[in-house]
């Protein structure tokens, strides 16, 4: 079986999985409704892809990456808007937005709300780590306020921060200072800490879906074009 085959595998695996049916456009309950996937283990070119679980306009890509990289400070090179599926059969749509970024975190933090700002319009976001293993990690843990809930789950030199906005009227999240949050963050689920079972299908699952974003990335970052602009902070 080649590499495209069994990605392919996987993804199906992990859609069947989640037991939702699909129509050509719908978004499959439990999915949120941005990923942010971001690959740092090149530390000069970090990759990242932004997937929205359907086809949006290009408007609306070229906007939330505008505020991206308003909002963390980045800058975006190679950048590529893209839609469509994966699958021969045209199933499952869904737009992406690629770049390359020189640095994507800062002293083992990872810029969680600069992304909840820019996609506050979202109700749930998924912002998914990829890190080197010599990645020392001091950033916040789980959270929760009016604002956000935020729930942090860690692999090996893998960190996915699960965010569901309440009220996205907020000017700022008000997150706790660095080393001041009672709990890190965890390997498991919350509310589910006796079901090892469930716990470890879920971390599968989500290890197929970042193993996929990563595998859509790599095959196509390298033919795009240039993103001539930066756009700092504020």
């Not at 932004?50 to 975006?76: F, M």
């Not at 008000?174 to 965890?186: A, C, D, F, K, Y």
Request: aromatic share 10%; with cysteine; hydrophobic share 40%.
């Amino acid at each position: 079986m080649n590499i495209k085959v069994a990605f392919l595998a996987l993804i199906l695996i992990f859609l069947c999985s989640i037991g939702t049916a699909f129509s050509q456009n719908a978004v499959p309950a439990g999915m949120p409704d941005v990923l942010l996937f971001v690959d740092t283990r090149n530390p000069s070119r970090n990759a990242v892809s932004i997937t929205y679980p359907k086809v949006v306009t290009r408007a609306q890509a070229e906007a939330d990456l505008s505020r991206l990289l308003q909002e963390t400070g980045w800058s975006a090179a190679s950048v590529s808007i893209t839609e469509g599926s994966i699958l021969k059969s045209g199933e499952f749509p869904m737009t992406s937005v690629e770049f390359m970024t020189p640095a994507a975190t800062t002293d083992g933090i990872i810029p969680i709300e600069p992304i909840i700002k820019a996609f506050r319009n979202s109700k749930d976001i998924q912002v998914q780590y990829l890190m080197s293993p010599d990645f020392y990690f001091r950033g916040w843990g789980n959270f929760e306020n009016k604002w956000v809930k935020i729930t942090l789950n860690r692999g090996n030199n893998a960190y996915r921060y699960s965010i569901h906005v309440k009220d996205s009227g907020f000017k700022n999240l008000e997150l706790p200072t660095l080393g001041t949050q009672v709990n890190p963050g965890n390997t498991t689920v919350p509310g589910s800490s006796g079901n090892t079972l469930i716990t470890v299908v879920l971390i599968v699952m989500l290890a197929l879906m970042a193993a996929t974003l990563a595998y859509i990335f790599t095959s196509r970052y390298t033919h795009r074009g240039d993103y001539r602009g930066q756009v700092r902070r504020s």
